[in-house]
């Protein structure tokens, strides 16, 4: 395995890992009361970025390299 595949792929689990990161504190600030609060909840879209970043580079090592190679790392 190509060492830029492996750390991309390495690269795109932390990406996950700050993403859900964001979410637990951003959940934990989340007011259901006005949907103005989830709006202004920026951890959620902070998540929401580095997971669709992190998608985008999972995706780019698929196309050169086996699902059975990159998933288990």
Request: aromatic share 18%; proline share 1%; net charge neutral.
């Amino acid at each position: 395995m190509d060492f830029k595949i492996l750390g991309l792929t390495l690269f795109s689990a932390v990406l996950g890992s700050l993403g859900q990161i964001n979410f637990k504190i951003g959940a934990d600030n989340l007011q259901l009361t006005n949907i103005y609060s989830v709006i202004k909840n920026y951890n959620l879209f902070i998540g929401v970025f580095f997971y669709l970043v992190s998608t985008v580079i999972y995706i780019y090592v698929l196309i050169f390299s086996e699902l059975t190679m990159v998933y288990p790392i």
